[in-house]
């Protein structure tokens, strides 16, 4: 079965310090994965997004994922983290079954500490 | 960017009572919305496909007679939680693509969410 891996459930950094969320999918075809970010009070926001070319994507924000297909991964990473970055941060990738599905994963709740 | 709205963005009901809740694609046609359901701390799970026009696809496991689904129009879907009970109380998120068609590379765009508290 279709599935994605977040296997970090909150992650604290400091301020100015570099990130990385890991995520891992279990998916047979080529999948189109997403990074999305979810504040308090607000909808989740689409950062990044990988279909295919450059498995390297740059997203907003700062932000930019790799792509690793030998490794069914598809980290999200940061040079330098905000204090306004803190919040919840969700892997998805999407199914081609006939419609359009998004799978998430469980989420990694990131802790900016200054 | 497209926008979503969500109408309430929290409600509080008495058990047994039907609760709806709207999503909007504000500037954009959907033919098709997605609604979510997500637990405290937990990620969001796909409930329902809302198409417009059809019935909606419900995802295993989820109660199509607790969770009615109408898309009326290119711009509204709705989900009614009917005879709401506490296990019901959770965060609904709708969300809707940006083109008409279907296609896993469609940017799909969330709603806030809305609040259920069922007492």
């Known amino acids: 079965a279709q599935s994605v891996t977040q296997p970090d459930i909150h992650i604290t950094v400091s301020e100015g310090a570099s990130l990385e969320l890991r995520c891992n999918y279990s998916y047979g075809a080529t999948p189109y994965l997403f990074w999305y970010v979810q504040s308090p009070g607000q909808g989740l926001q689409l950062l990044l997004k990988y279909f295919s070319g450059d498995t390297l994507v740059q997203g907003i924000k700062g932000f930019e994922a790799e792509f690793k297909r030998s490794q069914s991964s598809f980290n999200l990473r940061k040079p330098s983290v905000h204090w306004s970055d803190a919040a919840e941060y969700f892997c998805?990738?999407?199914?081609?079954?006939?419609?359009?599905?998004?799978?998430f994963g469980a989420g990694t709740r990131l802790f900016v500490k200054a | 960017g497209a926008v979503v709205s969500q109408h309430p963005s929290w409600v509080i009901c008495k058990s047994g009572t039907s609760v709806k809740i709207e999503c909007r694609s504000l500037?954009?046609?959907?033919?098709?919305m997605f609604w979510y359901r997500q637990f405290p701390k937990q990620s969001l799970m796909l409930m329902a496909t809302?198409?417009?026009?059809?019935?909606?696809?419900?995802e295993q496991g989820v109660e199509k007679d607790k969770f009615l689904i109408n898309h009326a129009s290119l711009t509204l879907s709705t989900l009614t939680v009917t005879s709401a009970h506490p296990e019901d109380s959770s965060f609904y998120i709708c969300s809707a693509p940006l083109s008409s068609g279907i296609s896993s590379t469609d940017t799909q765009y969330f709603g806030p969410g809305t609040r259920l508290t069922v007492l």
């Open positions: 809302s198409n417009e026009g059809s019935k909606a696809t419900y």
């Open positions: 500037d954009f046609q959907a033919t098709t």
């Open positions: 998805a990738v999407a199914l081609n079954t006939g419609g359009f599905k998004t799978i």
